[in-house]
């Protein structure tokens, strides 16, 4: 398992001699521009203005930025985490009552998969972080750490609102005991609720986490504030609209321009 994990370190960091300098991607930008917002202007004005995504990986973003004034570090702490994703599957592989050998298989396989090596190393993207609670919190599940793993799977859900979709299949459906349940709860909802109560009471949209995440099936946002600004490209699916198209009775996909760093 030794030589799995330290395969797994050097093909990342091989990856992250390639890595990007900066966002480039829609969502990269909106995550980027929304961290530099909260750097700028507080926790506070960011709780109560940002609705477009689940909230906590901009806090991620700007956390990295604040620490360490480069935005590739937060790829460095994603690839740096990812090296532990086969160790975690080896250990749940050995739990559900794999054999020894098929275990290091699975965490083998991990550790050279492409998006588990490029996601973390290229993207700004929610999903590195999400995975990583995921993959925790279904190990202390199976370690019987009911709390720790609700916990952990409701940190998730603000990361990526299909946390809170996933938990509805494992581990909730394996919990055949009322007390289990219940602890799992306690740890699971108090924080995704909270952000619940935070959007319906500030005015945002009646949905969990951010407008634009919806329930973790709706993957676009209604933009109903007359014609798009100037300078935003709009698109339905993957069809461009033209610069100033009305939004008023369509519902959109919003690509804006990244802000280049250095900011």
């Known amino acids: 398992m030794i030589c799995v994990l330290v395969l797994g370190l050097v093909v990342r960091l091989a990856a992250m001699f390639f890595a990007p300098q900066a966002p480039s991607s829609a969502d990269e930008g909106l995550y980027y521009r929304t961290a530099i917002d909260l750097i700028e202007k507080g926790?506070?004005?960011?709780?109560?203005?940002?609705?477009?995504?689940?909230p906590l990986y901009p806090v991620f973003l700007a956390f990295c930025i604040k620490l360490f004034g480069n935005p590739v570090s937060a790829l460095w702490i994603q690839a740096l985490l990812s090296v532990f994703w086969p160790l975690i599957l080896w250990d749940i592989a050995k739990k559900v009552g794999l054999k020894e050998r098929f275990a290091l298989a699975v965490a083998l396989v991990a550790s050279v998969f492409p998006p588990f090596i490029l996601y973390p190393t290229?993207?700004?993207?929610?999903?590195?972080?999400?995975?990583?609670?995921?993959?925790?919190?279904?190990?202390?599940?199976?370690?019987?750490?009911?709390?720790?793993?609700?916990?952990?799977?409701?940190?998730?859900?603000?990361?990526?609102?299909?946390?809170?979709?996933?938990?509805?299949?494992?581990?909730?459906?394996?919990?055949?005991?009322?007390?289990?349940?219940?602890?799992?709860?306690?740890?699971?909802?108090?924080?995704?609720?909270?952000?619940?109560?935070?959007?319906?009471?500030?005015?945002k949209e009646s949905m969990p986490y951010g407008s634009y995440a919806g329930l973790?099936?709706?993957?676009?946002?209604?933009?109903?504030?007359?014609?798009?600004?100037?300078?935003?490209q709009v698109y339905a699916g993957?069809?461009?609209?033209?610069?100033?198209?009305?939004?008023?009775?369509?519902?959109?996909?919003?690509?804006?321009?990244?802000?280049p760093y250095p900011y």
């Not at 279904?138 to 990361?159: D, M, Q, R, Y």
């Not at 299949?169 to 699971?188: E, M, Q, W």
């Not at 973790?216 to 935003?232: D, E, M, R, S």
């Open 238 to 259: 993957m069809i461009q609209a033209p610069e100033g198209t009305d939004c008023n009775d369509i519902v959109w996909r919003i690509k804006r321009p990244p802000i």
């Open 43 to 54: 926790f506070l004005h960011f709780l109560l203005t940002f609705s477009e995504r689940s």
């Open 122 to 203: 290229r993207s700004w993207l929610a999903e590195s972080t999400f995975t990583t609670l995921i993959l925790l919190s279904s190990w202390l599940s199976l370690a019987s750490s009911g709390f720790w793993s609700g916990l952990t799977w409701g940190i998730s859900a603000l990361f990526r609102p299909t946390g809170s979709i996933l938990a509805l299949g494992y581990p909730l459906s394996n919990i055949t005991r009322l007390k289990a349940l219940v602890i799992f709860l306690v740890g699971f909802v108090p924080l995704p609720a909270t952000f619940f109560a935070l959007n319906y009471f500030s005015g």
């Open 216 to 232: 973790g099936i709706v993957g676009f946002i209604k933009w109903a504030n007359g014609p798009c600004a100037n300078g935003t």
